[in-house]
């Protein structure tokens, strides 16, 4: 059974920083693609970051470029999404997503990725 898992949502202000993680259970997460999308309300999802498998490049939303790192923990079967410099506009549900086979092109569209995960909240507000 294939299971991804998000936490470290939350309501910060801006200019403030999170730290979101996705644990992925049911298979090994270094060998998928890896994605972190976000909804905020009346817009569609969109994506934010990817890690290619084994861990190799990552791609980034250019709203993001420079504020975000994703990152996977092999031991811990863990991907995460550290968010630095957050900005209102930032406010969105966060979702971790996998395709079990070799990344795609355009990496960060959604309809390539098969598994998701709950959604964790993002809030960044004054």
């Known amino acids: 059974q294939v299971q991804l898992v998000e936490s470290g949502g939350g309501s910060v202000q801006p200019g403030g920083s999170l730290r979101l993680s996705c644990a992925v259970f049911g298979y090994t997460a270094i060998s998928n693609c890896m994605g972190w999308f976000r909804q905020a309300p009346g817009k569609e999802r969109e994506g934010v970051a990817v890690i290619y498998n084994g861990g190799g490049p990552t791609v980034y939303a250019d709203s993001v470029k420079g504020r975000f790192t994703i990152s996977l923990d092999n031991a811990k079967n863990t991907v995460y999404l550290q968010m630095n410099s957050l900005k209102p506009e930032d406010t969105a549900m966060y979702y971790c997503?996998?395709?079990?086979?070799?990344?795609?092109?355009?990496?960060?569209?959604?309809?390539?990725?098969?598994?998701w995960g709950q959604g964790t909240q993002v809030t960044v507000s004054s």
């Open positions: 997503a996998a395709r079990s086979s070799l990344c795609a092109y355009p990496p960060l569209a959604r309809s390539w990725y098969t598994n």
